[in-house]
């Protein structure tokens, strides 16, 4: 315990090795061999210096680090991690900052073990594959699709090579779903679901311990309605009716985050919205001022658990200027 009335002569000691150490840079034994004391005294009056607040540590954010909008955004969403960038412009034009922060996310929070779940049809995750680095050793076990993977034949090598490649880069093996996101009818999907590879995809998903995911709007993204995964105008608008703001692999959810009920649920071969809550680590990937509502509720809803997003999008999910 610290003396609670130090003496001015004490406090000027204090004073003068904090700046030996913190201002100067000496280490401590050249303090302790220029004030002629022992290395043990001066690092209890450096403890001591900065009990009575004589050091005060602060740590300043460099620009494009926005940690305390990370922080505000965990809290109020009830969030793991949050991840937020500076990017220019709306739309697809925040999509390669976004990339370039979950290639670093993943690079740093991928250490071993891994079964990730990958949903099929993002651009930005696509993207992020493209610019980020292998690792040396592998970091995953599997990588999977948890969304039907196949499409028309000219985007279908995306789909294909966004699962492949992250498997590529993290040592994994990859697991493909060989089916449409959105089948014709509920009596196909049972049919499909009952194939040997098909159900062998499913059963992964209740061993994943990552997933990794795009937020969607009512609105298609260019690349799904090109892969003829999209959802029609009838559907749009049913959706709209039933109050649905956004999709997390093609699970419907309300601004609050709550599951939408839509006529073509029981045609979808994906994770169920139960599987998907259950994995550990639920990364969604999205920005852009069309997007807030669909993150916001993706968020509400647990959708997601760790998001990376772009700096307006935080502000505005914060409600902050």
Not at 49 to 55: E, I, Y
Not at 93 to 112: H, R
């Amino acid at each position: 315990m610290i003396a609670s009335t130090p003496s001015p002569d004490h406090l000027r000691l204090l004073v003068k090795v904090a700046r030996m150490y913190h201002e100067r840079g000496l280490r401590q034994p050249e303090i302790a061999a220029l004030l002629n004391m022992s290395q043990p005294r001066v690092s209890r009056l450096l403890k001591e210096a900065a009990d009575r607040n004589v050091v005060r540590t602060v740590v300043v954010s460099p620009d494009g680090v926005h940690s305390e909008l990370e922080d505000a955004l965990v809290q109020q969403y009830g969030l793991r991690d949050a991840v937020v960038v500076d990017a220019e412009g709306a739309g697809t034009d925040v999509i390669p900052a976004l990339a370039a922060a979950t290639a670093t996310y993943l690079d740093a929070t991928l250490k071993g073990g891994d079964t990730i779940g990958i949903s099929s049809w993002s651009a930005t995750l696509l993207e992020s594959v493209n610019v980020m680095r292998a690792k040396a050793t592998p970091v995953a076990e599997e990588v999977v699709q948890i969304v039907g993977g196949s499409g028309s034949p000219e985007v279908q090598l995306h789909a294909t090579r966004l699962t492949s490649r992250l498997a590529e880069l993290t040592g994994a093996r990859p697991v493909f779903a060989p089916s449409a996101a959105l089948v014709g009818s509920r009596e196909l999907r049972d049919l499909l679901s009952k194939e040997p590879t098909v159900a062998q995809v499913m059963q992964t998903w209740s061993r994943l311990t990552l997933a990794l995911v795009g937020i969607g709007t009512l609105e298609p993204s260019p690349l799904l309605r090109r892969s003829g995964n999209a959802i029609t105008l009838e559907d749009q608008r049913q959706l709209q009716e039933l109050g649905a703001v956004g999709d997390v692999c093609t699970r419907y959810f309300d601004a609050e985050g709550r599951a939408v009920e839509a006529d073509f649920d029981d045609r979808i071969i994906g994770i169920t919205p139960d599987q998907l809550r259950a994995v550990d680590r639920r990364i969604g990937v999205a920005g852009g001022a069309s997007k807030l509502a669909a993150i916001r509720g993706a968020a509400r809803g647990g959708w997601i658990n760790i998001l990376i997003t772009d700096v307006d999008v935080a502000r505005a999910l914060l409600n902050r200027g």
